[in-house]
T-cell receptor
Framework: DGGITQSPKYLFRKEGQNVTLSCEQNLNHDAMYWYRQDPGQGLRLIYYSQIVNDFQKGDIAEGYSVSREKKESFPLTVTSAQKNPTAFYLC????????????FGQGTRLTVV | SQQGEEDPQALSIQEGENATMNCSYKTSINNLQWYRQNSGRGLVHLILIRSNEREKHSGRLRVTLDTSKKSSSLLITASRAADTASYFCATASPGSARQLTFGSGTQLTVLP
C-alpha cells in the first residue's frame, strides 16, 4: 500500500534530551513537510523539503532540525533547545510543492516528562 | 502565521442535518483546500477548489469559494455520526510555494 508512515505513535522525552521522529513515504513525492499541532489549534509549519538534499525553515523552526538524504525519508529531530516540545507532530508529502493535495501521516504525540 | 480562520469553532448537530463551516483568509490564493482530522489522527484531504472556481462537489460535500470576499464554505449534507471530526481549511498562495497555511479548524459533532 502506498502511503506515509510516521513512527513512533507516542514518544516520551526527558528534559534536555534530543529525540528523532521518523517519517517515510513510498508515494514517490518530491516534497515533504513537518507540522506541529497544539491542542485545539491549527497546523504550524516547522520545516519543508522540496527535493532531496534540500530543506527550508518554516514558521517555527527554532529548536528543530531535519535532514533529507533520501527521497523517501524526512526525519525530524526535536532538540533540547526547543523549550516547549510537547505537541502532536504531523508529517506530510505532496507530488511537488503545496499547490496539490497533501498526504499526511498519522502523527507522533511527543510528551516531555 | 495562520491565514485561514474557520467559523464556527465548534458545531453540534443531529444526524441527518446539514453542517456548514466557513473559512476566511487574508491574501490572494491559488487554491483552497479542506481537510478532515479525526481525533488524534492525521489529516485527510477532502476537496480542493482553485481560485477560478466558484463551487465544487464531491459526494455529500459542497464547497464554495468567493474570492471577492476571501471566503469559502464547506457544506456536508445529510450528516452522519461518522462525520464527527475537526475540519480545516488550508490556502496555497501565489509566490508562497512552500506551504499550505492552515486555519484553526471547526470541531463538528454529529449526534446520533
Amino acid at each position: 500500500d502506498g502511503g506515509i508512515t510516521q513512527s513512533p505513535k507516542y514518544l516520551f522525552r526527558k528534559e534536555g534530551q534530543n529525540v528523532t521522529l521518523s517519517c517515510e513515504q513510498n508515494l514517490n513525492h518530491d516534497a515533504m513537510y513537518w507540522y506541529r499541532q497544539d491542542p485545539g489549534q491549527g497546523l504550524r509549519l516547522i520545516y519543508y523539503s522540496q527535493i532531496v538534499n534540500d530543506f527550508q525553515k518554516g514558521d517555527i523552526a527554532e529548536g528543530y532540525s531535519v535532514s533529507r538524504e533520501k527521497k523517501e525519508s524526512f526525519p525530524l529531530t526535536v532538540t533540547s533547545a526547543q523549550k516547549n516540545p510537547t505537541a502532536f507532530y504531523l508529517c506530510a508529502s505532496s507530488i511537488k510543492v503545496m499547490n496539490t493535495e497533501a498526504f499526511f501521516g498519522q502523527g507522533t504525540r511527543l510528551t516531555v516528562v | 502565521s495562520q491565514q485561514g480562520e474557520e467559523d464556527p469553532q465548534a458545531l453540534s448537530i443531529q444526524e441527518g442535518e446539514n453542517a456548514t463551516m466557513n473559512c476566511s483568509y487574508k491574501t490572494s490564493i491559488n487554491n483552497l483546500q479542506w481537510y478532515r482530522q479525526n481525533s488524534g489522527r492525521g489529516l485527510v484531504h477532502l476537496i480542493l477548489i482553485r481560485s477560478n472556481e466558484r463551487e465544487k462537489h464531491s459526494g455529500r460535500l459542497r464547497v464554495t469559494l468567493d474570492t471577492s470576499k476571501k471566503s469559502s464554505s464547506l457544506l456536508i449534507t445529510a450528516s452522519r455520526a461518522a462525520d464527527t471530526a475537526s475540519y480545516f481549511c488550508a490556502t496555497a498562495s501565489p509566490g508562497s510555494a512552500r506551504q499550505l497555511t492552515f486555519g484553526s479548524g471547526t470541531q463538528l459533532t454529529v449526534l446520533p
